[in-house]
């Protein structure tokens, strides 16, 4: 495939390839640029001229051809869910299609926020010497936007940084993951398709820590948007202060799953298996489950015995498959080390713990202690379920509190009042009351409560005000007797 730089989909500068592979196969599916600077800098170049003639546009058309690329995806569904399948490892109906369709309704989503985000016109006669003005605000387009898109869930997380950023009138250069480009490529195909001009939607494949820190060093980006981990959120800053150039993240996670002894224990194991989705590669999934010690035991027993001992891996294609690969051989060889070094700490493997290429299996740890490095700030991006006990809700707080990252959260109590003074302590950017914290609604503003799980609230209520600025307008002296 190619990327699109310019006004067409195109090689590199260079002619350089990076190969995509199958993590459940280990086979080549096809190749994508891998960009150079000139890439970079001639789609920053193209975007930067591109938006003023998008911006120009009616809300009304801009809206208009955005609705029309909505369609085309659920006309596509299938193909781009089994592109997506092939080239990030999830199962092809239950995960990849279902993505597809959360992209046509982000889409649509940000189209309505767009129409309906007003400006503001202020009070008559509140200061001395401004009786007879009128004062008012609109929202312009911040102009070209970077999005650097994650590897774990693509198309869905393009849509919420894309589709609101262009309703809105500014251009994207997007940085698609290097692991899995193709879906985000043919998203692109399909924008130009539905009448977006190739200009204002640039996207850029190839090496992260290259592409990005030559887009992210660029003074020509008006914003960066960034999913992915907090160690590349921390360069990407370094990058964007040099210009001032301001930044909305969305970083990494260790988040708690709180069950409270009164907790419906059958609820919890629920909630604990249904993380299973993208092999628990999730920035929001709960990676911490603290469980009051007199259900400890039970929780462990039902949540082998009546889900993960059910799970079947294998190729996300084959329909009896429930579990894929990681994304990649490299990221499973991560997680079992992570697995071995919390072992050399103190905790037992109770429940899988092998890894066979690319796959890892359900893996349970028991024995967690609140000291070790898994229980405070190293973030397990697989499907691993360490175990924490404990006895008081004080204790549980601490546990929860105790770590550098605050995305989200969740926690199990039938005592409403239990439930609400948790929800309360946990310095997290959402909870979930007898629920994971492991859900990311539309509508809802979504992002981290601590710096190093970032700073956005990314959503369809409040992206609108990542994607624009406002300006104040003064009629001096018009209501003047």
Same mark, same amino acid.
């Given at each position: 495939?190619?990327?699109?730089?310019?006004?067409?989909?195109?090689?590199?500068?260079?002619?350089?390839?990076?190969?995509?592979?199958?993590?459940?196969?280990?086979?080549?599916?096809?190749?994508?640029?891998?960009?150079?600077r000139?890439?970079?800098?001639?789609?920053?170049?193209?975007?930067?001229?591109?938006?003023?003639?998008?911006?120009?546009?009616?809300?009304?058309?801009?809206?208009?051809?955005?609705?029309?690329?909505?369609?085309?995806?659920?006309?596509?569904?299938?193909?781009?869910?089994?592109?997506?399948?092939?080239?990030?490892?999830?199962?092809?109906?239950?995960?990849?299609?279902?993505?597809?369709?959360?992209?046509?309704?982000?889409?649509?989503?940000?189209?309505?926020?767009?129409?309906?985000?007003?400006?503001?016109?202020?009070?008559?006669?509140?200061?001395?010497?401004? %009786?007879?003005?009128?004062?008012?605000? /609109?929202?312009? $387009?911040?102009?070209?936007?970077?999005?650097?898109?994650?590897?774990?869930?693509?198309?869905?997380?393009?849509?919420?940084?894309?589709?609101?950023?262009?309703?809105?009138?500014?251009?994207?250069?997007?940085?698609?993951?290097?692991?899995? #480009?193709?879906?985000?490529?043919?998203?692109?195909?399909?924008?130009?398709?539905?009448?977006? #001009?190739?200009a204002?939607?640039?996207?850029?494949?190839?090496?992260?820590?290259?592409v990005?820190?030559?887009?992210?060093?660029?003074?020509?980006?008006?914003?960066?948007?960034?999913?992915?981990?907090?160690?590349?959120?921390?360069?990407?800053?370094?990058?964007a202060?040099?210009?001032?150039? $301001?930044?909305?993240?969305?970083?990494?996670?260790?988040?708690?799953?709180?069950?409270?002894?009164?907790? %419906?224990?059958?609820?919890?194991?629920?909630?604990?298996?249904?993380?299973?989705?993208?092999?628990?590669?999730?920035?929001?999934?709960?990676?911490?489950?603290?469980?009051?010690?007199?259900?400890?035991?039970?929780?462990?027993?039902?949540?082998?015995?009546?889900?993960?001992?059910?799970?079947?891996?294998?190729?996300?294609?084959?329909?009896r498959?429930?579990?894929?690969?990681?994304?990649?051989?490299?990221?499973?060889?991560?997680?079992?080390?992570?697995?071995?070094?919390?072992?050399?700490?103190?905790?037992?493997?109770?429940?899988?713990?092998?890894?066979?290429?690319?796959?890892?299996? #359900?893996? /349970?740890?028991?024995?967690?202690?609140?000291?070790? %490095?898994?229980?405070?700030?190293m973030?397990?991006?697989?499907?691993?379920?360490?175990?924490?006990?404990?006895?008081?809700?004080?204790?549980?707080?601490?546990?929860a509190n105790?770590?550098?990252?605050?995305?989200?959260?969740?926690?199990?109590?039938? %005592? /409403?009042?239990t439930?609400?003074?948790?929800?309360?302590?946990?310095?997290?950017?959402?909870?979930?009351?007898n629920?994971?914290?492991?859900?990311?609604?539309?509508?809802?503003?979504?992002?981290?409560?601590?710096?190093?799980?970032?700073?956005?609230?990314?959503?369809?209520?409040?992206?609108?005000?990542?994607?624009?600025?406002?300006?104040?307008?003064?009629?001096?002296?018009?209501?003047?007797?």
């Open positions: 495939m190619k990327m699109l730089v310019g006004n067409e989909f195109t090689d590199a500068s260079d002619g350089g390839v990076l190969n995509v592979v199958n993590p459940a196969t280990g086979q080549v599916i096809d190749t994508v640029p891998a960009a150079t000139e890439d970079v800098k001639r789609a920053v170049d193209t975007a930067a001229e591109g938006q003023k003639a998008w911006e120009a546009m009616t809300l009304r058309e801009r809206t208009k051809r955005l609705k029309r690329f909505a369609e085309l995806v659920m006309e596509r569904r299938l193909e781009l869910g089994e592109m997506l399948a092939k080239e990030s490892g999830k199962p092809y109906m239950a995960e990849a299609v279902w993505e597809a369709d959360s992209v046509a309704y982000v889409i649509e989503g940000s189209c309505e926020v767009a129409k309906h985000f007003y400006g503001k016109t202020m009070p008559f006669g509140t200061e001395p010497g401004y %009786d007879h003005d009128i004062q008012f605000t /609109i929202h312009e $387009p911040l102009g070209v936007i970077a999005c650097i898109i994650p590897f774990n869930f693509p198309p869905a997380i393009w849509s919420f940084k894309v589709g609101a950023a262009l309703a809105a009138g500014n251009a994207v250069v997007v940085k698609a993951p290097s692991y899995n #480009p193709m879906t985000i490529l043919k998203l692109h195909e399909m924008l130009v398709e539905a009448g977006v #001009p190739a204002v939607v640039q996207c850029l494949t190839g090496s992260g820590s290259k990005g820190n030559w887009l992210t060093e660029d003074g020509r980006i008006a914003s960066v948007n960034f999913t992915g981990s907090t160690q590349t959120g921390i360069q990407i800053a370094r990058n202060a040099e210009h001032l150039t $301001p930044y909305q993240f969305e970083l990494g996670g260790n988040d708690p799953f709180i069950l409270f002894g009164d907790g %419906d224990l059958a609820l919890a194991v629920k909630e604990a298996a249904d993380q299973c989705r993208n092999n628990r590669q999730c920035c929001t999934g709960s990676k911490r489950f603290i469980i009051h010690n007199s259900l400890k035991e039970e929780f462990i027993r039902r949540l082998i015995e009546e889900y993960l001992s059910k799970e079947v891996q294998g190729d996300p294609m084959d329909p498959v429930t579990m894929g690969p990681m994304i990649s051989e490299r990221a499973a060889q991560e997680v079992e080390k992570q697995v071995r070094l919390t072992v050399s700490q103190g905790a037992r493997i109770v429940y899988g713990g092998k890894r066979n290429g690319a796959f890892f299996e #359900p893996t /349970i740890l028991d024995g967690v202690t609140p000291d070790m %490095d898994i229980a405070r700030d973030e397990v991006f697989g499907p691993v379920w360490p175990v924490i006990g404990f006895d008081t809700a004080e204790e549980a707080i601490e546990i105790n770590s550098n990252y605050g995305l989200g959260g969740g926690l199990f109590s039938r %005592d /409403i009042g439930c609400m003074k948790a929800a309360k302590a946990l310095k997290t950017g959402h909870v979930a009351i629920g994971s914290g492991n859900f990311r609604a539309a509508e809802l503003p979504f992002g981290g409560g601590k710096r190093m799980s970032g700073n956005s609230r990314e959503s369809l209520s409040a992206v609108m005000e990542e994607v624009t600025q406002s300006k104040s307008i003064v009629l001096r002296y018009v209501l003047e007797p």
